[in-house]
């Protein structure tokens, strides 16, 4: 279980998360929604380590996560697939595959990424730098399947793509959640949204105001409006 308690983070002295708190279970399926700059990406980058809370805690099974560096909180099985996605834009498709780190067994091979992504294998002698943001997408989150992560963090996974690539990431994340994965999905499309996830935890102002199912966030959609910015 991926557990925040009363998680307070700063980017120098301006305070974002407000004791963000919330509990993701193994397995599931949960989202941060909320509008921009309410601290959903803050959030994710607090549990792997690239920004540093203040107070709080942040745990993965029991284990405190907070004292860790990046690279030691990654070897936990935490895969942080980022909004700007993060790949080796110089590096080929099948370089961007093969050089990332293996942290657990379990992860996906390429053989497995080719078929899930037939466009990466279409693309895989082509640079970072000549795919297009659907590509890109769907790369960086094949990164993160091969890694072996149990648990793995999708920051705006959807934004600005196709329909049909945003049909494929879903998915995806339910392939995931099958093989028992935990994910963690920072997203605004309420739509695409309930029809991967279990619950959905309502950010505003640095932490979870409330939380709710898939049937409370289609009833609400419209309230949630001004919640959401959109």
């Not at 094949?142 to 072996?148: C, D, H, I, M, T």
Request: aromatic letters at 4%; glycine letters at 10%.
């Amino acid at each position: 279980m991926l557990c925040l308690r009363d998680v307070h983070a700063y980017y120098g002295e301006s305070h974002v998360l407000h004791g963000m708190s919330f509990d993701v279970q193994r397995g599931e399926v949960v989202t941060l929604i909320g509008r921009n700059g309410a601290g959903k990406t803050t959030t994710l980058r607090s549990i792997v380590g690239i920004v540093k809370p203040r107070a709080g805690t942040i745990e993965l099974d029991g284990t405190p996560l907070s004292s860790l560096s990046s690279d030691r909180i990654a070897r936990r099985g935490i895969a942080y697939v980022p909004e700007e996605r993060g790949i080796f834009s110089t590096l080929s498709v099948r370089e961007n595959l093969i050089f990332a780190p293996v942290l657990a067994p379990g992860g996906w091979s390429l053989e497995r990424i080719y078929d899930a992504f037939p466009n990466l294998q279409a693309r895989s002698r082509a640079v970072g730098t000549t795919l297009s943001g659907g590509e890109q997408q769907m790369l960086a989150i094949a990164r993160a399947l091969r890694s072996g992560a149990q648990t793995i963090l999708l920051d705006e996974p959807t934004e600005g793509l196709a329909p049909v690539i945003v049909e494929r990431i879903g998915e995806i994340i339910l392939a995931m959640k099958g093989e028992g994965r935990t994910v963690l999905l920072v997203e605004q499309n309420v739509r695409f949204a309930t029809g991967v996830a279990d619950r959905h935890h309502i950010v505003v102002n640095g932490r979870v105001e409330q939380t709710l199912g898939n049937a409370e966030l289609r009833s609400r959609e419209r309230d949630l409006l001004d919640v959401l910015g959109v």
